[in-house]
């Protein structure tokens, strides 16, 4: 008998600090990727053609990768160990940290 997906329906929607970052994962994904789709709106025709591609390819996967991991994290997240789930709250909190940088320069510089 083949198994699709392994979800405990208990548990998996239980609060725990994994569900906690997968659903801070999804919405900060959601905001990265409405920020960057108004910023190059904003300043596209003055980026060159190489910074511009760098953008693109930033909006395409930074928001791709912290949704599908949010999801994860939201519906796996209670099978993590505490120190798997300690790591996932760091690299967390380093892509916080540079999306945070990101939209901090991006606006410093707009307003100059």
């Not at 239980?14 to 789709?37: C, H, M, R, T």
């Not at 160990?81 to 790591?87: A, G, I, K, R």
């Amino acid at each position: 008998m083949f198994y699709l997906a392994q979800i405990n329906i208990a548990t998996s929607f239980d609060i725990n600090i994994a569900s906690f970052l997968g659903f801070f994962q999804i919405i900060l994904g959601l905001f990265y990727l409405i920020f960057v789709i108004f910023q190059l709106i904003r300043v596209g025709n003055r980026l060159s053609s190489s910074v511009k591609t760098f953008y693109i390819i930033q909006l395409v996967i930074l928001p791709i990768f912290l949704l599908l991991s949010g999801i994860i994290l939201i519906f796996q997240g209670w099978r993590l160990d505490p120190v798997l789930q300690f790591q996932q709250l760091i690299l967390f909190l380093l892509i916080t940290f540079f999306i945070l940088k990101d939209i901090v320069i991006n606006v410093v510089e707009i307003n100059r």
